[in-house]
């Protein structure tokens, strides 16, 4: 099933024309929970992976006894899906509780190396904003299930661009890890919809005289519906008008949690744009107009407003990528 942003409640180019400057496009994902295939695009699908290759691992020592088995997060994931929209029964609540983080007695280290796991196959076929090296049609991306790594203390992520056609048995059974940091770094295997949207850059960085007519005309608006804005703020700039929330290829970043940083490349110095935005809502009060018509269904809340599970940083992963070079070292950010 197609998925559709409804336009945005006021075209923002018409009211700001000089904000034509400061557009991208980019896909948004859509991942829904569901059963990917190997040969689509997905979040946490099967990966078309060499049969003679590696997967990728991470060696870096982790608390590994006291983290959360995989099998058990996947679980719980099942426990709260066949009991969404009522109450939980006692023996759901209970078994969730035997769910939880704990000492394992694992037949592995801390310090033995642990599969990556997959989080998501972006084909350029399915998805207009993928920009890769030339010539490669397919990127997958892996992560660490533990968060913790490196003078940053932050998550290992690993991609990989391919040519397809270069690909030739397919790994059957993928490795898995048995343990990890926390469920909110375990991605629900999702299909994706993608859809392509256009965005306008974050509102801080914007010249300031765009952005103080911004800020007066949201005033103005205010003032018009002084009711409704106590509720929400729909007409809002940064929330309903620039940027879309959720899991994304492409577009902007948005910095309402810190100062704006320059995230450049350590080999070129070329400033590096979003490539893949892991958002942990699709959608929330503040940017409920960017909701696709598909879902509005509020029986399906945790499929649809939080379908992949993943929640890091505070809330908002991003990895960048060169423009001038995708293999120059990636870098990620937060929010
Ligand atoms: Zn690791
Ligand atoms: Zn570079």
């Known amino acids: 099933m197609t998925r559709t942003t ?3 409640p006021y075209d923002v180019e018409a ?5 034509a400057e400061y557009r ?7 991942p829904r929970p569901g059963d990917p295939k190997s040969r689509d695009s997905s979040v946490a699908g099967p990966m078309l992976w060499p049969a003679d290759e590696p997967w990728p691992e991470c060696t870096a020592v982790h608390p590994k006894e006291t983290g959360h088995l995989l099998a058990d997060v996947r679980r719980a994931r099942r426990i709260h899906a066949a009991s969404e929209g009522r109450q939980k029964t006692e023996e759901e609540t209970a078994l969730l509780a035997t769910l939880q983080a704990g000492s394992h007695d694992l037949a592995i280290g801390d310090a033995d190396p642990i599969p990556m796991l997959a989080v998501a196959q972006l084909w350029a076929r399915d998805i207009p904003d993928l920009a890769g090296p030339e010539g490669h049609d397919l990127l997958q991306i892996f992560w660490c299930p533990f968060e913790v790594h490196g003078p940053d203390r932050s998550v290992d992520v690993f991609l990989k661009w391919r040519r397809s056609d270069d690909i030739g048995a397919v790994l059957g059974e993928q490795p898995e890890p048995v343990v990890v940091g926390s469920p909110e770094c375990v991605p629900q295997p999702c299909e994706v919809h993608p859809e392509q949207i256009t965005e306008h850059e974050y509102l801080g960085l914007l010249p300031e005289d765009l952005r103080e007519s911004i800020a007066e005309w949201e005033e103005e608006l205010l003032d018009e519906n002084e009711e409704e804005a106590e509720a929400d703020f729909p007409t809002e700039y940064a929330g309903g008008l620039s940027l879309a ?3 994304k290829v492409g577009g902007f970043a948005t910095w309402h949690l810190t100062d704006p940083r320059p995230v450049d490349c350590a080999v070129c110095g070329t400033s590096m744009p979003p490539l893949l ?6 959608w929330d009060p503040a940017s409920e107009s960017w909701a696709p018509r598909e879902d509005v269904r ?8 939080t379908p992949t599970g993943v929640y890091l940083g505070r809330g908002s992963l991003r990895i960048h990528t060169c423009p001038a070079d995708p293999f120059h070292p990636h870098r990620l950010s937060f929010q």
């Open 6 to 8: 409804p336009p945005r």
């Open 15 to 19: 009211l700001f024309p000089a904000l």
């Open 24 to 30: 991208r496009t980019a896909t948004r994902l859509h």
């Open 277 to 282: 935005t892991a958002h942990y809502v699709e």
């Open 298 to 305: 509020p029986d399906l809340f945790r499929h649809v407003i």
């Open 245 to 247: 929330p959720g899991w």
